[in-house]
């Protein structure tokens, strides 16, 4: 683990399969362990951290339930792309046969939900198990999350091994396939390029934005791809996209003769919302890894490999273009969505507080990192904000808060993370992963929890109004959100007013302390 450069360990309540491993963490100063208090945060918490870093967080919780806990955390980072090491206790060898304490499957059981899934068999064979989990969670392909299952008689028994390194490097795409992708976006009338996830890595977008330069077009961005673009390139920016095909943004997507992918995932966009209607039209996918062909995805050329490298290859061929009607395009779009949107209701006063009154308060991304939950909110958020860390892949609730406490225990080290740190729920999503506040104040974290109350899942809420023209199991009851939050030592505050929302997050954001801000939104305009 120190190897792979870990430098905590994220552990809920250990018990006694995995007891010989805490006892060695605890008396090495590199790993610091966590204690988290319950599984499936703990392991939100390091695919945080993996996501951030792009080094592989790692949670250590024992056996059965312990195991079993993870499944839904792993199974988000995965499909997120979110760099993780599990290790999780096991029976020893001998009683894998048996119907004893706490036996399970461990491999099995979590196959279907990571890249890497392996027993290690031998005490020899440790760090060749360990090694390969960090490569396929960090190397090999996209990142995701690996498991390890770990028997108790091999982590109490003695061991030979040596240190393995990791010595994977990776290229970019062939010279005949760059050469077709450039000659058919030199050929293009109106190419639109659509940024996923990865696309944001600092490598990908320095060279992406280079060949912005030299070859500007319109780019749009999936929800988790914010970031591609510099503050020098944003009249480029035609928007986000993602869940519904019904904004600006997708009218751009709609008008382009050639779309150009960077790592863009079809899980962040179903290419069937954005492709059904334009099969015809040609596609040059820049990925690390091949198409997953699609009725609606069948790609004209595809630059397969690292594709940092790839694009700047792809920047030495393209030709320069005349950057004057496609900025204009993405201004009148901007314009339109944007901020006509957000000043419409820059000075709302109504009380609960409209979603987009909210929005305006918090626009300027630059000052915060945002980590958002599922929801509703989420819409608002992703569409209107710079700079978001969402779950898009299974859409999973109670992710925003273990984030922020992750990126809340790294930025106690100085200069490594900025300390603003936000993160926001609806009141369905915020019970999730609320009992993490005492973990948040054990260790004198600071960051600020927004809540957005409507007592409902109000997501759900309008998908069974539109098919039944009634709902069921969507009603919340009321919490008391302050109290709530100084139960656990965090300072509380409820909004009562809309103008009260941002002197209250200003003076939140200068606290020592987690703060948990209520919030009583009208989600009324939202279809």
Known sequence: MHVAAAHSAWVPPAGAKIDRIVEVLRETEEIELVLCRNEQSAAFMAAGHGRRTGRAGVVLVTSGPGVTNLTTALATANCEGDAVVALGGNVPRA????????????????????????????????????????????????????????????????AQLRVLGQSLHTGGGSELDIAKAADTINKAAFPVMLCGMFASQPETAHELRKLLHTCPMPVVTTFQGAGVLGRNLF???????????????????????????????????DVDLWNSDRRDRKIVHLDLTPATLDNCYVPWVEVVGNIGQSVESLTALV???????????????????????????????????????????????????????MGSHHIYVSRYLHQVCISNGQQTMGVSMPW?????????DPGRWEKRIISISGDGGFLFCAHELETAVRYGLRFVHLVWVDGSLNMVKIQQMKKYNACEAVELGPLD????????????????????????????????????????????QNE
């Open 319 to 373: 030709r320069d273009r005349d950057s004057e009607e496609l900025t204009a395009n993405c201004q009148h779009l901007r314009k339109a969505h944007q901020d006509v949107a957000r000043e419409a209701h820059a000075t709302d006063s109504r009380n609960p507080v409209h979603p987009l009154r909210i929005v305006h308060d918090i626009q300027d991304g630059a000052k915060f990192s945002i980590y958002c939950d």
């Open 404 to 412: 922020a406490i992750s990126a809340a225990l790294d930025a106690r």
């Open 95 to 158: 009683q894998h046969y048996k119907a004893t304490h706490q036996a399970l499957d461990n491999v099995k059981l979590m196959e279907t939900v990571t890249k890497f899934s392996q027993e290690i068999p031998h005490p020899d064979a440790i760090s060749e198990v360990l090694t390969n989990a960090f490569r396929a969670a960090e190397s090999i392909g996209r990142p995701g999350a690996a498991f390890v299952s770990l028997p108790q008689d091999i982590m109490v028994g003695p």
């Open 481 to 524: 959100y302050v109290k709530f939050a100084e139960s656990f030592g965090a300072k509380g505050f409820q909004i009562r007013e809309a103008d009260e929302f941002l002197p209250t997050l200003e003076k939140a954001l200068e606290m020592d302390c987690p703060v948990v801000i209520a919030v009583n939104v009208d989600y009324s």
């Open 235 to 269: 009249e480029l920016f035609g928007g986000r996209v993602g869940l519904i095909h019904n904004t600006l943004a997708d009218s751009l997507l709609d008008m382009a003769d050639v779309v150009i992918t960077g790592e863009v995932d079809p899980i962040e966009y």
